[in-house]
């Protein structure tokens, strides 16, 4: 019953099953990992991409259960559990960041290889030789990732690798393990780690014979202490370290971009002071359809010293004007905002015409651009670069945008919408003297 307890509890029926069982029998029924084990932590089906998978990457934050399930993949292999292969695997390779976290996580932890067996059929550890021996004639060997040349003549079935984007030899261990991974039908490994933009971990996750699946600390939830979900989301949910240790996500920058994530880590604050003034921009999309881009919607504020805040990213994918012009009205009462600020480059009488629609009263500052993106951005990280601006929270995607901001735009090649409203935003606080109030143009 895969993902049983998830299926239950969803049906509201988790508490209703779980009484009709006897302790003995509970504790049993909560040992099973075919019961308990989450979605991303089953193995994949047999093809990704129409292809037999060579790899199974897992790519979760801190305590999402990464290890349990690396811990269980290798127990149902060396057990021959047809949940997980179709034969024994006679042979299998631990590869860790060091030996020593081989031992006392891969083997010895928590959720390693020993605490997942029950007494009949819990392997033996041999420490001196670096080995687990299970009564099925199984061997699993344990290799670190400082000795890449330990892995040179060993042959295996199968693999488990823990923490790969931490190796310190990752290209020369990964490329001895594959040479050795030549035993059986099917031979294959288990990635397990917390990511990060290393350039191995990028090319296996674009690699058509990889499976991969994610795994989020708060989906682990039932087995961490309560205090430590509470303390760490508050503190670092939606931030570049947050994103990365917590929803195992890639967090890149480009080289040449005009802002950095440390740029990004030094700009947060929990909260803004009282602000002297606030504007809304608007970055209207000048598509439309499917492929349209999206509405770039940011507000900020400025204080008496004028220290920019930036307080929300309220920007629309594929939208209407209608809805992008209500959003925008609705997040300049939702602020109090002195002023929206619009981009009029491209359909400008349109603009005039929806923000007229959705609220007359509304003051608007119609900007039309006269320098290129990155001419308009470079004095605006120059503001970052100075402390000028800080962001209350975290704002991921808008993040993401001014990370990945360089002279040839986004590499996507798509229009930097949210970074584009957030210029504004941060020009008409901090970078124009404020203009005299009969010039303000009203919709």
Request: with cysteine; net charge neutral.
């Amino acid at each position: 019953m895969l993902d049983g307890s998830s299926a239950c509890a969803a049906a509201g029926r988790l508490d209703e099953l779980l009484d009709g069982f006897a302790p003995r029998e509970l504790e049993r029924l909560l040992a099973d990992w075919e019961f308990v084990a989450r979605k991303d932590q089953w193995p994949p089906d047999a093809t990704s991409n129409g292809l037999p998978w060579r790899q199974w990457l897992i790519l979760g934050g801190r305590g999402a259960g990464k290890t349990r399930a690396g811990a269980e993949w290798v127990k149902g292999l060396a057990l021959g559990r047809p949940q997980f292969c179709l034969h024994p695997a006679g042979r299998i390779a631990l590869v860790g960041e060091t030996a020593a976290d081989v031992r006392d996580v891969m083997v010895e932890g928590v959720s390693g290889l020993l605490s997942v067996h029950d007494r009949r059929e819990r392997p033996r550890w041999e420490s001196s030789r670096r080995r687990l021996l299970w009564d099925s004639g199984a061997v699993a060997q344990a290799f670190s990732a400082e000795d890449p040349e330990s892995l040179r003549g060993p042959q295996f079935h199968a693999a488990w690798c823990d923490e790969l984007a931490k190796w310190r030899y990752a290209r020369e261990t990964w490329d001895m393990l594959q040479f050795g991974l030549r035993l059986g039908d099917w031979p294959r490994q288990l990635v397990t780690t917390t990511p990060r933009p290393t350039p191995l971990l990028k090319e296996l996750i674009a690699h058509p014979a990889t499976a991969l699946t994610r795994a989020l600390t708060r989906e682990n939830a039932a087995n961490l202490a309560p205090s430590f979900l509470e303390s760490v989301i508050a503190q670092y949910a939606g931030t570049r370290l947050g994103r990365q240790e917590l929803d195992g996500e890639i967090v890149e920058e480009r080289k040449d971009a005009l802002w950095t994530r440390d740029m990004m880590d030094a700009a947060r604050v929990t909260e803004a002071p009282p602000l002297a003034r606030i504007v809304v921009a608007v970055d209207p999309p000048a598509t439309s359809g499917k492929r349209a881009d999206n509405c770039g919607i940011v507000a900020a504020g400025a204080d008496a010293a004028g220290l920019v805040y930036v307080l929300e990213d309220a920007t629309l994918e594929t939208a209407r004007p209608a809805q992008w012009a209500r959003a925008a009205i609705a997040l300049y009462h939702k602020l109090s905002a002195d002023a929206l600020i619009a981009e009029v480059n491209q359909g400008g009488e349109m603009v005039r015409a929806v923000l007229n629609e959705a609220d007359a009263s509304a003051p608007v500052t119609m900007a039309r651009a006269t320098r290129g993106k990155y001419l308009r951005a470079a004095p605006v990280a120059q503001l970052y670069e100075q402390g000028r601006v800080k962001h209350v929270g975290a704002f991921p995607a808008l993040e993401d945008e001014m990370c990945d901001f360089g002279l040839d735009g986004l590499s996507s090649g798509r229009s930097p919408d949210r970074l584009d409203a957030l210029v504004w935003a941060a020009t008409t606080l901090a970078l124009v003297p404020k203009a005299p109030e009969p010039r303000m143009r009203r919709v």
